[in-house]
T-cell receptor
Framework: GAVVSQHPSWVICKSGTSVKIECRSLDFQATTMFWYRQFPKQSLMLMATSNEGSKATYEQGVEKDKFLINHASLTLSTLTVTSAHPEDSSFYIC?????????FGPGTRLLVL | QKEVEQNSGPLSVPEGAIASLNCTYSDRGSQSFFWYRQYSGKSPELIMFIYSNGDKEDGRFTAQLNKASQYVSLLIRDSQPSDSATYLCAVNSAPTGGGNKLTFGTGTQLKVEL
């Protein structure tokens, strides 16, 4: 199947700093990528849909000014958590769509101190 | 109202048995259906997808779809301890998945016991 990578795999930062997470489709072009967040023992929560060359579509309740998404190319989408706070600590997972199927990256674990 | 429903479990089965995981969905326009497996602390990985009514087999896994009943299931034959994970059902309303997002169920935790 298609391969999606994420970087970094984990990050620890101080409260108030910004963190950028990269999502890449390695062997296919993805016009659409998705960003999810998952808290411990909870289900996946879709944050936003990222479309190459256009603005991301955010789910209700997700602050677009806090979670900045850039989908600059067909193989790269980035999520920047701005002014991170401890409550933003979570497991962030991206996925990329290859034709009809979504493939997930390995996730990025964020811990904000 | 949840759009995709799964029993959260845990579903416990003995090693070697058949595990049956079920999922119902509310959108009658749903066209494509996916099963993902998620190990604790890891991201979901695709097991299989199904578009047409009936059964689709891939190794030890069989997906079953009944659009009239709005029901999709996953059977795991000869269950192994390594199958212990959370299984996520996902539904997409577009015919080939283009343009729309997947709606996920909350997942069923499967435990395969020795």
């Amino acid at each position: 199947g298609a391969v999606v990578s994420q970087h970094p795999s984990w990050v620890i930062c101080k409260s108030g700093t910004s963190v950028k997470i990269e999502c890449r489709s390695l062997d296919f072009q993805a016009t659409t990528m998705f960003w999810y967040r998952q808290f411990p023992k909870q289900s996946l929560m879709l944050m936003a849909t990222s479309n190459e060359g256009s603005k991301a579509t955010y789910e209700q309740g997700v602050e677009k000014d806090k979670f900045l998404i850039n989908h600059a190319s067909l193989t790269l989408s980035t999520l920047t958590v701005t002014s991170a706070h401890p409550e933003d600590s979570s497991f962030y997972i991206c996925s990329a769509r290859d034709r009809s199927t979504q493939y997930f990256g390995p996730g990025t674990r964020l811990l904000v101190l | 109202q949840k759009e995709v429903e799964q029993n959260s479990g845990p579903l416990s089965v003995p090693e070697g048995a058949i595990a049956s995981l079920n999922c119902t969905y509310s959108d009658r326009g749903s066209q494509s259906f996916f099963w993902y497996r998620q190990y604790s602390g890891k991201s979901p990985e695709l097991i299989m997808f199904i578009y047409s009514n009936g059964d689709k087999e891939d190794g030890r896994f069989t997906a079953q779809l009944n659009k009239a009943s709005q029901y999709v299931s996953l059977l795991i034959r000869d269950s192994q301890p390594s199958d212990s994970a959370t299984y996520l059902c996902a539904v997409n309303s577009a015919p080939t998945g283009g343009g729309n997002k997947l709606t996920f169920g909350t997942g069923t935790q499967l435990k395969v016991e020795l």
